[in-house]
């Protein structure tokens, strides 16, 4: 049930005049925190390189009953990767390495890595078996030597694979190329010329066997909650500090919509270097992977998008080239999928040129029926066993557990039709549209017996 993105959001409708996006937007988000718990929230709406919203919503620190405000620090997680991949591009534009270096270039006796490239680790193509994160690693170095006895899970550029020790790699050819610390080619290329006084990292550590944690002070940092039925707990990322190219930075919504802001001209990279950055490699089977250079890439409502969640949704920033709009939105609230910034670009952007297609002819209606009287009870977390067989029956706790989230916010559904068929009519496409022009593509796979086998759920 998952994509990249978690392909489930939650949409709740477009604003036509621009004048009234900014209340809805507000009202929106105060909903999904009521909803789904979030003690704290912020927001940016960047437009051509102006920022039209700029808010903050509820509480930054429930035991200070502090106030989150535009400059409070979250921690944004794997949000952390487009400042890498900014870095990494800043440093093609010098001239200092290419994409298609081979990563041998820079990291010694890596006979096991002679097919990799610089590429292959940013576009998470490179076949590394993602591997668990280890607090006692002394560093980088240290990190990439144990790597090395690790072998390839598959061939380079062979399927894409969301790991961090793509970007462990990484880090060390940064270093080396650019010939200072990572956090400091970040703070020297990028914080720094785009006045980004509220981001950085804390470098948390998990000290004495373990049961001491220290961090930096972070001024005015958010504290991450979880929430746990009826009530909330504190929740601590740690990334260790040769993961940081892959997440742990903190960052304000302000120093967020000046970075969006910033990519929306030539200030940090220029046209030929951003296309760059945001185009996908072919994998082998000749497909294009959905992980581009530090970036995810899809289709949101027909246009282009490209971003990245981290937490899974403590941030979410999604970015529209063609309208040159950028959402973020960022939370204290762990347990989310990354939906709201989807939610806020939706009283931005127009309705799909999609959205009245008739589909094809269904030739199995009492297929498209059963998926008809699904959908809403995922959304209210009350699917029923019934429906379902196989290793889709076996996931549905968890179907109920997250689809609420996902889910819950959407207009009632409107209509549902059918896009694609196999011939057996036992692998379905369809369209959902919710309320007047909300859509997901849900992809559908029945038994003989009419019982769902599959069922996944994606933007388009």
Known sequence: MRTHRWGLLVLMGWAQLALGAPDKVDAFLRAEMARNHIPGAAVAVVRDGKVI????????????????????????????????????????????????????????????????????????????KPGPVNADVSSVAVAVEAAKKVPLAAAPGEKAAYGSDDFVLLTQVLEKVGGAPFQQLLRDRIFTPLGMTNSGFDRAILTEDDIVLTSDVVPARAATYQWRTDHQQQYWFVYPHYTLAAGGLFSSVTDMSRFVAALMSDKLLKPELRSAM???????????????????????RGRSEVGHSGGPAL???????????AVVVLTNQRKLVPNLAHGVANFYLSPPPFLNDPGITDAATELSETLKQLLPTLAQGKAEARYFTGSAKDALADLNEWLPIQLGGMP?????????????????????????????????????????????????
């Not at 502090?66 to 010098?94: E, W």
């Not at 497909?287 to 250079?293: D, G, H, P, T």
């Not at 941030?315 to 709009?325: A, C, I, R």
């Open 315 to 325: 941030s979410d920033t999604v970015y529209y080239p063609d309208d040159k709009l």
């Open 278 to 300: 945001w185009t996908p490699p072919i994998l082998k089977d000749g497909k294009r992977s959905s992980f581009a250079v530090g970036w995810t890439v899809g289709r949101y």
């Open 53 to 128: 919203k700029l808010a903050a919503y509820g509480t930054a620190n429930l035991e200070w009953n502090a106030p989150a405000s535009t400059r409070t620090a979250f921690q944004i997680a794997s949000g952390t990767k487009m400042f890498t991949a900014v870095l990494l591009m800043d440093l093609v534009g010098q001239g200092k390495l290419k994409l298609d270096d081979r990563v041998c270039q820079y990291i010694a006796d890596c006979l096991a890595w002679k097919d990799l490239t610089v590429l292959h680790l940013a576009s998470h193509t490179s076949g590394m």
């Open 412 to 460: 009632r559904l409107s209509r549902l039709v059918l896009l694609e068929d196999s011939a057996d009519h036992l692998s379905r496409t369809y369209r959902a549209v919710y309320g007047k022009n909300q859509t997901l593509r849900w992809r559908a796979t029945f038994n003989s017996a009419g019982l769902i086998v599959a069922l996944d759920a994606a933007d388009e």
